[in-house]
């Protein structure tokens, strides 16, 4: 009776094709069309304007003999850069984690006057000229600023400290954060919250245990992308920096001094060292999530 | 713990979800709200829970007001009905939440935890797959873990939304008898939403069926299966055939066919609906005059030990706006084969017993 | 009709403004011909970046010669441009002067005030702008021209940075940070300056201080010849240029207080260039090429100043 | 009915139990406002002031300024230019990452992303590095005489590749979970591959495209240190606004620095409040949709007149 | 059109999702495709409809091999499990799609576009229901229009995937009767996927079983019901006892009861598996040394023409891997009236017919 149980031969000469693991060997092919397309144009695009100028950058830096490409990265003032540039830029990250939290937070679970229009600023950084952001905001946090006049005082000082540096940095990355996490926070599923709390957990205790989790990935991708961001930003930073070398002064700031003297080389190795942690984060970053996504993914 | 229900009501925005819904529970009883989709189900488990709060009426768990009472502290298990399993935890994390976050006085030790997890774990029999994660778990394996998790707070009240909504059927199958067991064995306060009436008839001690916001009728499986109260609860428990005919003196005629009412002894000439359960329905071959609803055999289903029949009414009558449509019938399927019919076939169909509601008993629900 | 690139540095849109009205004017009235300019404007090595990389300037006139030197290393201008043009083809001078807050409350007179503890100095960042270059020559020209050794000009105007807030990226932020941010009792800069920080904030907001020994800061010209080659501007370009050191430029430059080279426009306007002892760069530095290979490159002078343990 | 005061305190009660106390709701508003007032309004209003601090009549004046015309023409191009470039490989980008698998697709994500950690100024000059006279293709350029860098060309492709990520970000995640069964079943119907991008996929994603659309064009106009490497500041021709902006400023005209800016910000929010609105209006008709009532409306067919009581009585369907 | 399946085969990665199945279906015949999750019910449908490439072998329609053929060009109409509704378009627009991206060379005119909708939403019965979005619709609504646009290009081969997987029980009830009628009347080739036995028995002319990649049987619902091929098909089609016993010589025993097993007529002393459906178990009070086997009523459900019992054997026998689980019997609800049997008595359950499977039989799939 069962049809098909038969050890006869198979009709068609076929079996070993995708033994090899890919299932897409041989005659397969996919149903919805344009991969070849799409990914043929993504991959070429990306190669005309990202990678094509990129590996310029690479290669102007390797016109240095090892030891010049090590002395131009590693020389203090650079190395106090790399400190303030990271450091500031994780700074910034990290209170914009919080605070983007807070504000997705605020803007998706809660209803308060004005609300809409909060939401259209969050994107205000994108859209302002970097230098004017920078100017705007010494401006302000200088000691006879709106803002500075009242710190100053009590020796509280922003503008042109790294402290500046770092604000001028969450201006810029906060729309990371509310970006990512909004619309993730947008789709969590009340009833975990709902269990959570019928389990006997505080309001502080389902947040802790059971929301977080859930957001982490998009927080960790907000984060990154502030911090990325960050680590390049130059026209906001440089107005409220004081640009003092080995305290105040960034990493691209250095870029634009070696520029100055004509020191394309020294500048572009400047350069790609940055690029580089830049780029081994965002990786790092995508496969977390990547693993994230796999471990916990799935319909739930 | 006992549970009573005192004239809940609870509207979202103009729509009345729920209206004044009265209900009492003992302690120890496994009940089932049955109802369609809609009625308003979900909303009074959320209200007893504790997770919605109503617009009128209270809730008393053994007597007390539960009003000022909150989620965290009702003592209830809820049991949602994707489940609702923390995503980001192993199995072990998700049945022990509940005992975590449990104030440091009253919080077992790990050890305590652990034992407590795996004798849950054991009881839900999935104790092999406690470091798995939700998302590798198949969704009757979900379920039990949900329960698992429900439990662990040694709740008063056990409340199910809908527990084998997303299954197989064979799966559900199989849960619903394991719940069952598992309630004689804990015997603890439980509610358990659903709209499948098998599942509700064949689990429950007592079945609440609900309909637009209202209770329909509260009673033992038997009792609403054997007396539903309106033509709604009738249609709903299982298929129907219904008929439209006039009810006169204690009895109803059926195109022809005259059916005891005694319960209508008093009504005169009124318009009346007969429902006949299809296998309420007697089946012989065709005979010129013979009385019974004469159809013809449009198919035979026979698998199993009851044949199930669809039969088309041969002569449709349009004044008769029951007619038209498919009767269906269940016969033993040993008798089918002793009728000898075939598809195509013409029969008589006689209805056995049927269950009358006049005009005046289809306004009051 | 004819167009020319006029590749400038930051400050000087206004006066090439001017000056490039009163140039198209002549030119038709000497050739009858039709002339536009257009120009560009921004940080002056930056800008000399841009052409050796392909902006394609006909002239470039900038406020230091290293950029310059940078484009005749290019070959993108002649070798001897200093040559082609009379007064070491800079038609305008400046130099550093002081600002102080109104009444001079600090009583700051020379450079020797500068490095008093307490007195805080806004300069711009000489990585990053000729500007703060010069201050920093000057200083240490000052101690110099005084008879001082390297060594002695180096713990000077390692004083000198000690007492510095803020190292401005350029001229404007230097300015900004002195007169809106309240920062600092002095601000070093040049004296071209002077006249838009009046205009922007009124006159009389700031006084200047004229040290008693200062730098002269040249602003080179020359021809780009990689372009007038191509674009066959050669005449216009070398026409635009002279014209500079006619009386009109020469008047114009001096309206937007640029030392004229010419003497009697300078003596013309002695009330606002005041006489002060002059050195320039190739007197106490070779040149501003070397001065910039010892003082600002990576691991120069300057960075002494800032890196521990260096002096 | 237990009356009014049970009614209040049940809805607060069980309004506590997924969701804060007032009190604390308040403070988190409160927070996020104060946050939001520090760092984006104040920083606005200081544009403001600036602008106007002499003045209408001097506002009106900069803005009047034919380099000023110049330079929001440069712009608006420049956006319109970069913006459609980016939204094709945005699309094409999504389509590929969200509707296939691929080995190394997380890397690709990845070179999708980089552009966002690229320092706007290294990327100005990586053009140089490539396009400059000095640079890999430049001599062949100059001979063919072809001007991309300091020329409109290269100013956009500095903003594209500054912009680059912004519209991919936001399809790719949006396309990824609305899968691809839509398309699946549009193709199983006969539509061609165009026919299906056309009219299932693409009005999938509307809403996503636009707002990615939006970001990109605010940063586009923003965009400030890339630009400024590659544009040759000549005024009136290679000047974008955000560098006209900074020409005014280097030259003490700030009030016709920020006049331009304050523009650029309007310009901003202008686009913000567009997108505000759009936003608003599939809310409204996601909202609609969400209100009518899920199930088959009572009449359904004509059947049991006076008995229609419930779906379940019309006999066996 | 008939469709043939040759040697198809199919591997994701590691992971053998079908293996050499083979199966002839002929023109007009409404074919189920029946198997527990993961089985490749979906994977051979989509192979058939070209959605997926298989690794080996191919599929013929009318006798055609359409390896080569694009899916867009086999004309089949394939119902999406979770429908795959175009959410932006209207009902129409939905069910009009197949025709309006036709090229224009073969495209109906607008009149006639609007004339075929609305036939086909006739058909399903939705016609009211053509400007509304499909989240506006009800589940059970959705399913029938993404049937009605499947219907749309005149497809000479319907595939449905779990047409009505995530349906509630009662519209799923409905709209299974509702196809089989459809199908009766357009009479195209159609073959659907499900996991629900009684659906696949209710409405398939023939039933394919699957199991882990692999056909386990063919045959009408009657045919696999009577004769199943298989432990796994017996145990898949319904609810099952399973009693372990000892075959020999053409009978088994099974807890002292002789069970007759003709087809083992040549089994000598082998183990063997007898499986017994709950209505073909005979229940009697207990008496001392009545032959059958010993249990305790558990739990009788009694609602409808049939009660359903859930026994306890009382004398688990350890040796005997069977004993101790629960064992299911069904019997008429008026007989068990009649036995008058309450819970926690004892009765002796016979089985009255048993499938037997000997050692050799389970090792084959
Ligand atoms: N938060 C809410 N806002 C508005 N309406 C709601 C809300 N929750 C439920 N409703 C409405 O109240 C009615 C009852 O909903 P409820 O979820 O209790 O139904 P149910 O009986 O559980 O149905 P189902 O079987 O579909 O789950 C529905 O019509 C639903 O649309
Ligand atoms: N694209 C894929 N990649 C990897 N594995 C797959 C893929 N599609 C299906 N599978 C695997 O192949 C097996 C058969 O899948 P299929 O979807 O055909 O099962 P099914 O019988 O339809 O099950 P269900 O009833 O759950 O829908 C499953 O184990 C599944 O995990
Ligand atoms: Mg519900
Ligand atoms: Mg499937
Ligand atoms: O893409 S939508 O879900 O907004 O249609």
């Given at each position: ?300 | ?365 | ?179 809106q941010r309240n920062i600092g009792d002095a601000l070093i800069t040049f004296e071209s300056e002077v006249i838009s920080i009046d205009r922007e904030y009124g006159a009389g907001k700031v006084d200047v201080v004229y040290p008693s020994i200062s730098v002269l800061a040249e602003n080179p010209v020359a021809v780009v010849e990689r372009t007038v080659a191509k674009k066959g501007t050669a005449d216009l370009a070398k026409a635009y240029l002279d014209y500079l050191y006619s009386e009109e430029g020469q008047e114009i430059a001096a309206k937007h207080a640029m030392r004229p080279r010419n003497q009697a426009v300078l003596k013309k306007h002695a009330d606002v260039f005041k006489p002060l002892q002059l050195f320039t760069v190739q007197e106490l530095f070779g040149s501003l090429g070397e001065a910039q290979k010892v003082h600002f490159n990576d691991g120069g002078q300057f960075d002494k100043l800032y890196t521990p343990g260096g002096k | 009915m237990s009356g009014g005061t049970t009614l209040r305190a049940a809805n607060r009660r069980a309004k506590a139990g997924t969701t804060e106390s007032p009190l604390v709701r308040w403070l988190l508003i409160g927070l996020a406002l104060a946050f939001m007032t520090l760092f984006l309004v104040l920083p606005l209003a200081a544009v403001a002031t600036e602008a106007l601090r002499k003045g209408l009549d001097a506002y009106i004046e900069a803005l009047r300024e034919p380099d000023a015309w110049a330079a929001i023409w440069l712009t608006l191009i420049t956006a319109a230019i970069s913006v459609p470039l980016n939204l094709v490989f945005g699309v094409a980008a999504a389509w590929a990452i969200a509707k296939f698998e691929f080995r190394g697709k997380a890397f690709l994500t990845t070179l999708v992303d980089l552009p966002f950690a690229v320092s706007p100024v290294v990327a100005g000059l990586v053009y140089v590095l490539v396009l400059g006279a000095q ?183």
């Amino acid at each position: 009776m069962p049809s098909s149980n038969s050890p006869a031969l198979p009709a068609s000469p076929a079996a070993p094709v995708s033994r090899s693991g890919s299932p897409r060997a041989g005659r397969a092919r996919r149903v919805l069309p344009g991969f070849g397309l799409t990914l043929g144009y993504t991959l070429f695009w990306l190669g005309l304007i990202v990678l094509l100028p990129l590996s310029a950058l690479l290669l102007k830096s390797f016109s240095l003999t090892w030891e010049q490409f090590w002395t131009a990265v590693s020389a203090p003032r650079v190395l106090a850069s790399y400190r303030l540039t990271f450091g500031a830029s994780f700074l910034a990250a990290l209170v914009n984690l919080f605070a983007g939290l807070l504000v997705a937070w605020v803007l998706v679970r809660y209803e308060f006057p004005g609300k809409r229009i909060v939401d259209a600023l969050v994107d205000l950084p994108f859209a302002l000229p970097t230098a004017v952001a920078g100017i705007s905001l010494t401006a302000l946090l200088a000691g006879n600023g709106w803002i500075g006049q009242y710190l100053e005082p009590h020796g509280i000082k922003l503008a042109f400290t790294p402290a500046g540096v770092v604000i001028a940095l969450i201006f810029i990355g906060l729309p990371f954060v509310v970006r990512t996490v909004q619309p993730v926070l947008e789709d969590s599923e009340k009833e975990l919250e709902e269990a959570a709390t019928s389990l006997g957990a505080t309001r502080w205790q389902t947040f802790w245990r059971v929301i977080l989790p859930s957001i982490l990935p998009a927080l960790i991708t907000g984060f990154a992308m502030a911090f990325a961001r960050a680590i390049g930003e130059y026209g906001s930073v440089i107005f409220i920096a004081g640009n003092m070398p080995m305290v105040s002064e960034i990493t691209p700031l250095i870029i634009i001094g070696k520029l100055e003297q004509y020191d394309y080389a020294g500048a572009t190795a400047v350069a790609v060292v940055m690029l580089l942690f830049s780029f081994v984060m965002l990786l790092v970053i995508n496969a977390l999530q990547g693993w994230q996504r796999r471990r916990a993914g799935g319909a739930s | 713990m006992s549970i009573e229900i005192r004239n809940v009501s609870k509207r979202f925005g103009d729509f009345q979800a729920l209206g004044d819904v009265s209900l009492d529970i003992a302690s120890g009883e496994l009940v089932a709200l049955l109802g369609p989709s809609g009625c308003g189900k979900t909303t009074l488990l959320r209200i007893i829970a504790g997770l919605e709060a109503a617009d009128a009426g209270s809730i008393l768990f053994a007597g007390e007001d539960t009003t000022d009472v909150h989620v965290r502290e009702r003592q209830v298990g809820f049991v949602f009905q994707h489940y609702a399993l923390f995503r980001h935890m192993t199995v072990f994390e998700n049945v022990a939440f509940g005992l975590r976050v449990r104030p440091r006085r009253t919080r077992p030790s790990e050890a305590q935890i652990k034992a407590k997890v795996h004798e849950l774990l054991s009881l839900v029999q999935l104790d092999w797959l406690a470091d798995r994660y939700p998302s590798q778990l198949s969704g009757g394996q979900r379920q039990r873990i949900a329960l698992a998790r429900a439990l662990a707070v040694e709740p008063k009240v056990l409340l199910l939304d809908e527990p084998f909504g997303a299954l197989d059927a064979k799966v559900r199958k199989e849960l619903r008898r394991w719940l069952r067991r598992l309630h004689d064995e804990l015997h603890v306060t439980s509610i358990f939403v659903t709209h499948d009436q098998e599942e509700a008839l064949e689990v429950a001690d007592r079945v609440v069926l609900m309909n637009k916001g209202r209770i329909e009728q509260v009673g033992s499986p038997q009792q609403v299966w054997d007396q539903p109260a309106s033509p709604f609860v009738y249609g709903f428990l299982g298929d129907v055939n219904l008929f439209h005919g006039r009810a006169d003196d204690g009895a109803v005629e059926v195109q022809g066919i005259r059916l005891e009412s005694p319960e209508h002894g008093n009504v005169r000439n009124a318009q009346a609906l007969a429902y006949v359960r299809p296998h309420d329905l007697e089946i012989r071959p065709w005979v010129a005059g013979g009385t019974g609803i004469a159809a013809t055999l449009d198919r035979a289903i026979v698998v199993g030990p009851i044949a199930r029949l669809e039969l088309e009414p041969v002569d449709a009558n349009p004044d008769n706006p029951g007619s038209g449509t498919i009767i269906e019938a269940q016969i033993p399927a040993q008798q089918f084969r002793d009728l000898g019919l075939a598809e195509g076939d013409k029969v008589l169909a006689t209805p056995r017993k049927a269950r009358v509601f006049v005009e005046e008993d289809w306004v009051s629900p | 009709q004819t167009t020319l690139l006029n590749v400038s540095y930051d400050v000087a849109r206004e006066f090439y403004k001017d000056y490039n009205s009163a140039f198209v004017a002549h030119y038709k009235k000497t050739t009858g011909k039709d002339v536009k300019i257009d120009q560009s404007h921004a940080g002056s090595s930056a800008q000399a970046r841009a052409v050796a990389d392909g902006l394609d300037a006909d002239v470039v006139t900038m406020n230091t010669t290293t950029d310059i030197e940078f484009l005749a290393d290019k070959g993108v201008v002649a070798k001897d441009w200093a040559k082609r043009f009379p007064d070491n083809a800079a038609p305008t001078t400046s130099t550093m002067l002081f600002m102080v807050r109104k009444g001079n409350p600090k009583g700051i007179k020379d450079w020797d005030d500068l490095i008093k503890p307490g007195v805080q100095v806004v300069v711009v960042n000489p990585k990053t702008g000729g500007n703060g270059r010069y201050a920093y020559l000057a200083a240490w020209g000052y101690v110099k021209k005084k008879g001082g050794t390297d060594a002695q000009a180096a713990e000077f105007v390692g004083k000198l940075f000690k007492n510095v807030p803020v190292l401005a990226r350029g001229g404007r932020d230097a300015t900004t940070a002195f007169l809106q941010r309240n920062i600092g009792d002095a601000l070093i800069t040049f004296e071209s300056e002077v006249i838009s920080i009046d205009r922007e904030y009124g006159a009389g907001k700031v006084d200047v201080v004229y040290p008693s020994i200062s730098v002269l800061a040249e602003n080179p010209v020359a021809v780009v010849e990689r372009t007038v080659a191509k674009k066959g501007t050669a005449d216009l370009a070398k026409a635009y240029l002279d014209y500079l050191y006619s009386e009109e430029g020469q008047e114009i430059a001096a309206k937007h207080a640029m030392r004229p080279r010419n003497q009697a426009v300078l003596k013309k306007h002695a009330d606002v260039f005041k006489p002060l002892q002059l050195f320039t760069v190739q007197e106490l530095f070779g040149s501003l090429g070397e001065a910039q290979k010892v003082h600002f490159n990576d691991g120069g002078q300057f960075d002494k100043l800032y890196t521990p343990g260096g002096k | 009915m237990s009356g009014g005061t049970t009614l209040r305190a049940a809805n607060r009660r069980a309004k506590a139990g997924t969701t804060e106390s007032p009190l604390v709701r308040w403070l988190l508003i409160g927070l996020a406002l104060a946050f939001m007032t520090l760092f984006l309004v104040l920083p606005l209003a200081a544009v403001a002031t600036e602008a106007l601090r002499k003045g209408l009549d001097a506002y009106i004046e900069a803005l009047r300024e034919p380099d000023a015309w110049a330079a929001i023409w440069l712009t608006l191009i420049t956006a319109a230019i970069s913006v459609p470039l980016n939204l094709v490989f945005g699309v094409a980008a999504a389509w590929a990452i969200a509707k296939f698998e691929f080995r190394g697709k997380a890397f690709l994500t990845t070179l999708v992303d980089l552009p966002f950690a690229v320092s706007p100024v290294v990327a100005g000059l990586v053009y140089v590095l490539v396009l400059g006279a000095q640079g890999w293709f430049g001599p062949w350029l100059a001979e063919h005489n072809i001007k991309i860098i300091f020329a409109v060309p290269g100013i956009v492709l500095a903003t594209v590749f500054v912009t680059f990520p912004f519209i991919a970000r936001e399809l790719i995640p949006l396309m990824q979970a609305q899968g691809s069964d839509e398309e699946q079943a549009a193709i199983v119907l006969g539509a061609t591959g165009w026919q299906t991008f056309w009219r299932v996929t693409l009005p999938n994603i509307k809403w996503g495209l636009l707002y990615g659309v939006i970001l990109c064009n605010a940063r586009a106009m923003g965009e400030f240190g890339a630009v400024s490497v590659v544009s040759g500041h000549i005024r009136g021709q290679t000047n974008t606004m955000p560098l006209h902006v900074e020409v005014l400023y280097n030259e003490y005209q700030s009030v016709g620095a920020f006049a331009v800016a304050s523009l650029l910000a309007l310009l901003a929010l202008v686009t913000l409040v567009i997108k505000t609105a759009i936003e608003w209006r599939h809310e409204r008709e996601m909202k609609a949709l969400a209100a009518l009532p899920p199930e088959r409306p009572t009449p359904a067919t004509p059947v049991a007149k006076p008995a229609a009581q419930s779906a379940s009585e019309r006999q066996a369907l």
